[in-house]
């Protein structure tokens, strides 16, 4: 078992900034693949972004292509997601998962932080 648990959101302005956590205990964290997903109400799940297990090699949304950026600290065992030029259709609940691969399916889920812009 994987237990994750996000931090870092909160109220922000249309073009400010805030940095998501994600802290994983349990299993060794450098053994999973991390993304970041959001929700927001009345809408589905949607993919944000994710990192390899090295953190070599990273995916984004279009959305949020050239805004926001993943990073991973192993030896933290710590998962982030920068987002730069927040808009408002970037509120939502973020949710950070673990998984076998970047691009597969996600075994483990976080209970979520919410962000919420403001226009």
């Known amino acids: 078992q994987v237990q994750l648990s996000e931090s870092g959101g909160g109220l922000v302005q249309a073009g400010g900034s805030l940095r998501l956590s994600c802290a994983a205990s349990?299993?060794?964290?450098?053994?999973?693949?991390m993304g970041w997903f959001r929700q927001a109400p009345g809408k589905e799940r949607e993919f944000v972004a994710a990192i390899s297990r090295s953190g070599l090699v990273t995916y984004y949304a279009d959305s949020v292509k050239g805004r926001f950026t993943i990073s991973r600290d192993n030896a933290k065992n710590t998962v982030y997601l920068q987002m730069n030029s927040l808009k408002f259709a970037d509120t939502a609940a973020y949710l950070c998962a673990a998984g076998e691969r970047a691009k597969g399916e996600y075994d483990y889920w976080g209970q979520g932080t919410q962000v919420t812009v403001s226009s």
């Open positions: 349990g299993r060794t964290f450098s053994n999973y693949a």
